[in-house]
């Protein structure tokens, strides 16, 4: 049963617009959310996080908003450029998990130019 | 300052063969973690050790995986056999206990 799911297997998007990558998790115990990018042939870097107590966090390009009562998480990134072409994966962690972190399956985001 | 070094990055053996991984987490890192990662899949949590105590192991497949981390710095990760579901991407990370985990680049596991 998974816990934290990316219905949206991949994304297009042209460069200069918006894009929006999806999360929605089903433990209510979870209070942290990261979003991390991965190249090819590399391990996954972290991008942006929230806390569980915010509902927003912005760094230059990249917003996450958290919605808890739908249990629903977004990354936006304004604009998309295409070096941002990559897997997202989207995680969570609870207090009592010691920071283990249960990811989504990824959604893999192309930017074209 | 150096990330998460993992070695080998590529390691193509038959099955049955034993194999090791090594893991070299950021300097001060207390926590250190062992992901496997498949094909069109999220990371998923091995066995997360705290200095050199294995904290959480519950998902570590204890009949042919092994872990190690004597000197609460680097870690070693063993499979003994190998199968051919053991193929995937096996990924390591460290943290200073900020929420925020550093991945290493992965070793890419090929049983044939």
């Known amino acids: 049963d998974q816990q934290v799911k990316q219905n949206s297997p991949s994304l297009s998007v042209q460069e200069g617009r918006i894009s929006i990558l999806n999360c929605d998790y089903t433990?209510?115990?979870?209070?942290?959310f990261l979003w991390y990018k991965k190249y090819p042939a590399e391990g996954p870097t972290f991008l942006i996080s929230?806390?569980?107590?915010?509902d927003k966090n912005e760094d230059g390009r990249f917003t996450v908003f958290l919605n808890k009562s739908a249990k629903h998480l977004s990354l936006h990134i304004v604009p998309s450029q295409p070096g941002d072409s990559a897997v997202y994966f989207c995680?969570?962690?609870?207090?009592?998990?010691?920071?283990?972190?249960?990811f989504g399956k990824g959604t893999k985001l192309s930017v074209k130019p | 300052e150096a990330g998460v070094v993992q070695s080998p990055r590529y390691k193509i053996i038959e099955k049955k063969q034993p194999v090791a991984f090594w893991c070299n987490p950021i300097?001060?890192?207390?926590?250190l973690y062992w992901y496997l990662q498949n094909l069109g899949q999220g990371p998923e949590l091995l066995i997360r050790?705290?200095?050199?105590?294995?904290?959480?192991d519950s998902q570590l497949p204890k009949d042919r995986f092994s872990a190690e981390r004597l000197k609460g710095v680097d870690s070693t990760l063993k499979i003994q056999p190998a199968e051919l579901g053991d193929s995937a991407v096996y990924l390591c990370?460290?943290?200073?206990?900020?929420?925020?985990?550093?991945f290493g680049e992965g070793s890419r596991l090929t049983v044939l």
């Open positions: 433990n209510s115990m979870f209070d942290y």
């Open positions: 050790y705290e200095n050199e105590e294995a904290v959480d």
């Open positions: 300097s001060g890192h207390n926590t």
């Open positions: 929230i806390s569980s107590i915010k």
């Open positions: 995680a969570a962690s609870s207090v009592g998990s010691q920071g283990n972190l249960i």
């Open positions: 990370a460290s943290s200073s206990g900020t929420g925020e985990l550093f």
